[in-house]
């Protein structure tokens, strides 16, 4: 087994720019949307594509560009894609109009879907040996998990002082620096049996995964209606038309037949029970931290960075712990630990002792358990994948995180939304308006914006009662995060059990 030196290990922080980056790059919008609105004066729905696409895009080619990079070579791609990261975040800075911002976005989310996957790659190719690749994978998680934590932060300090391109701009020196660094330390590696990407498979990829994250996205936020409905259709159609595809293809862009296998198809889908949780949480606490307890934009976000913390130290733990313990044993841990987060969520009133300390801890149990699944859920499947099929295996996993996010933001959003629409009926006082109640009723945000046209003392009713619905709201949501994660434990303990001797888990066909 090749001995892991300093260059690996530096070579690795190299790495974690564009990972860095492109996490980022997911959230780094949420504070310049007035800013780009004032400027550009988008209609609604290219405000919604604005924020949306880069995400949408993303999910739809992790696929084919980790397939391509197993062709033509993982560096390669990576500095190709960091090239087009930095032109179209040069487009994005300067675009004169909402479409071309649009277009800009899209074609960053093109250029994101070859770093991630890349990156995976090149981290299997660099650390053979398993214990230092496990080392290596925390720090990737840990780094994947604080980007979108992050992104919000710098943007709101960026805001503070600059105008509101800064917040793309700041992608050009990361980009500039990997392409000086990458030749002289990453490794070029590709498959030795270099595969034929099938075209007409990438398209249909694109063309499921697009509009299901869409359809549920769409679907969580507005309620239901029959367009993103018909649009979520059409995408679960073309799904399983694809996974038709890949049964007949000799090269298929994913091995449908290896995720039958209990231990490679249990992890992806616990990596995605894991992703499903997380954005969940985030979802939940940045709404109590601004709409509950009406914290400035930026300082929610400066508190918002706190669980990292335990982020940072949970990932390498997992990785310490994994082979002492037994890998199924520890991420079972960390589903008991992001449950056990959920329970302390379940505790915080506003009323009773610092909401906000109690707020913060919960979400960075949820956190640190989570990401420790998610380190050595990306090592295993990396691990029993052969060489050649790298890339493409890391496409697998991200697209796996990808639609494990925008499911959690969705399902779970919907129970946050019923059950606030429950609690705010019985909680607003009588003999409101009908455009003051049918508002507040529906939202937290609806609420403060109806509370205006109210005297002061009537208003002030209004807040309070949909902050306590909220915070009910909060507790039904993670009553039922934490059921999903306590089975989420069992389920590992299950599917990723140790097969017996001579019996291995493989991506081959």
């Not at 392409?179 to 034929?196: D, F, H, Q, V």
Request: contains cysteine; hydrophobic residues 60%; proline residues 6%.
């Amino acid at each position: 087994m090749p001995t892991t030196t300093r260059r690996e290990w530096i070579a690795l922080g190299v790495l974690c720019l564009p990972l860095l980056v492109v996490s980022m790059d997911v959230s780094v919008l949420f504070f310049a949307a007035p800013f780009i609105a004032a400027d550009l004066h988008p209609s609604a729905v290219q405000q919604l594509w604005i924020f949306d696409i880069y995400g949408f895009v993303l999910a739809g080619l992790l696929l084919t560009m980790g397939a391509l990079g197993d062709r033509i070579g993982r560096r390669r791609l990576l500095m190709i894609g960091a090239v087009g990261f930095a032109l179209s975040s040069l487009l994005a800075a300067f675009a004169p109009t909402a479409g071309l911002l649009i277009l800009a976005r899209a074609v960053l989310g093109i250029a994101g879907s070859t770093l991630m996957p890349s990156t995976l790659a090149l981290i299997r190719t660099m650390f053979p040996d398993p214990a230092q690749r496990i080392k290596a994978m925390s720090i990737w998680s840990a780094v994947m998990a604080s980007g979108v934590t992050v992104g919000p932060v710098i943007s709101g300090l960026l805001l503070d002082s600059y105008f509101w391109g800064s917040v793309f701009l700041i992608n050009i020196p990361a980009m500039a620096l990997l392409l000086i660094i990458a030749p002289a330390l990453l490794p070029e590696s590709c498959s030795a049996r270099p595969a034929p990407v099938d075209w007409l498979s990438s398209l249909m990829a694109l063309a499921s995964i697009l509009p299901v994250t869409y359809g549920v996205k769409s679907l969580a936020e507005n309620g239901w209606a029959t367009r993103p409905a018909l649009i979520l259709a059409t995408g679960l159609v073309v799904a399983v038309a694809f996974t038709a595809r890949q049964l007949r293809l000799d090269h298929p862009l994913i091995d449908v037949r290896a995720l039958r296998q209990r231990l490679v198809g249990g992890s992806v889908l616990i990596n995605l029970i894991g992703t499903f949780a997380l954005m969940a949480s985030s979802v939940v606490i940045t709404q109590f931290l601004q709409s509950v307890l009406g914290l400035d934009p930026l300082i929610a976000a400066l508190w918002s960075v706190l669980p990292a913390v335990g982020v940072g130290a949970a990932a390498p733990l997992a990785a310490h712990l994994s082979p002492v313990l037994g890998r199924p044993r520890v991420m079972a841990g960390g589903f008991v630990l992001g449950a056990t987060g959920f329970g302390v969520l379940i505790g915080v009133r506003l009323d009773g002792f610092m909401p906000l300390a109690v707020a913060l801890i919960g979400a960075g149990l949820v956190a640190a358990g989570i990401v420790s699944v998610m380190t050595l859920v990306a090592d295993y499947v990396l691990g029993v994948a052969p060489a050649d099929r790298a890339g493409a295996v890391g496409g697998l996993i991200e697209t796996s995180s990808e639609l494990g996010g925008a499911l959690g933001i969705a399902l779970l959003g919907s129970v946050l939304a019923a059950a606030y629409k429950g609690a705010a009926t019985t909680l607003l006082p009588a003999g409101l308006p009908t455009g003051v109640s049918g508002p507040a009723s529906q939202t937290i945000a609806g609420a403060s914006a109806a509370a205006q046209s109210l005297p002061a003392g009537a208003a002030h009713q209004v807040v309070h009662a949909s902050r306590a619905a909220f915070v009910t709201a909060m507790h039904t949501t993670s009553v039922v995060a934490a059921v999903i994660l306590a089975i989420a434990a069992v389920l590992t303990l299950v599917l990723l059990r140790v097969p017996a001797p001579g019996r291995h888990a493989s991506l081959n066909h």
